[in-house]
């Protein structure tokens, strides 16, 4: 079933928001970023079962799942080291489409393999909702996948592709969302191909 055609207040969908050469400049500052900081795969909670993005960080604090829990934390699960600080290319565009006063303190960096999908949830593990959740898309598109606040109710989808950029804000902050699945070989950006999603958040109250 499908959703009315608005999108919940909050939500903004910015199709093309950075250019062919910046995106190309975006992958090489994440080159240099998963070479300090690379990336690990995650598990759930209590069952252990693997996640099937491999994920890292940038910023204060990096998002992490393992068998204790999701949470925030300083440091990268396996070296021990501080994440990388976020690029100002992506403090900028949080200032640009955020509509938030404070800054952003994580970047979670969300690498799918062609095989890769996300399963529908909330990004609920901040101390504050007030701020929104920017995502940038880059390399292989996906169909990315919007629901309501409750779970399991109607859903829209959207073909995110390399460069566009969304906001889930407002109403639209505690939506359920997920990828469905990658188009693989849809994009040359990434060498090896696949998708890189890049989730800027706020996590301390503002
Ligand atoms: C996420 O919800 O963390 C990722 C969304 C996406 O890959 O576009
Ligand atoms: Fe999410």
């Not at 999108?7 to 910015?14: A, E, I, K």
């Not at 505690?174 to 040359?188: N, V």
Request: proline letters at 6%; hydrophobic letters at 35%.
């Amino acid at each position: 079933m499908q959703m009315g055609d608005a999108f919940p207040q909050g939500f903004q969908y910015l199709p093309g928001y950075f250019s062919e050469k910046d995106q190309r400049e975006l992958v090489g500052l994440l080159r240099e970023f998963v070479a300090e900081a690379p990336l690990f795969t995650p598990v759930m909670p209590r069952t252990g079962k693997e996640f099937s993005v491999r994920m890292t960080n940038l910023g204060d604090l990096g998002w992490v799942s393992d068998l204790k829990g999701y949470r925030y934390q300083a440091q990268h699960p396996v070296s021990g080291r501080n994440w990388p600080a976020i690029p100002e290319v992506l403090i900028n565009l949080w200032q640009k489409v955020g509509h938030c006063a404070a800054p952003p303190e994580a970047c979670l960096v969300n690498y799918y393999a062609a095989t890769a999908k996300m399963g529908m949830h909330q990004d609920r593990d901040e101390k504050t909702f007030d701020a929104p959740v920017v995502s940038v898309s880059l390399g292989d598109a996906a169909i990315f996948k919007l629901g309501g606040v409750k779970r399991g109710g109607p859903t829209k989808s959207l073909r995110l592709q390399s460069g566009d950029v969304v906001v889930l804000g407002g109403d639209a902050r505690l939506c359920y969302h997920g990828i469905d699945r990658i188009q693989g070989g849809s994009s040359s950006l990434l060498k090896d191909g696949g998708r890189l999603n890049l989730t800027l958040r706020r996590v301390s109250p503002i």
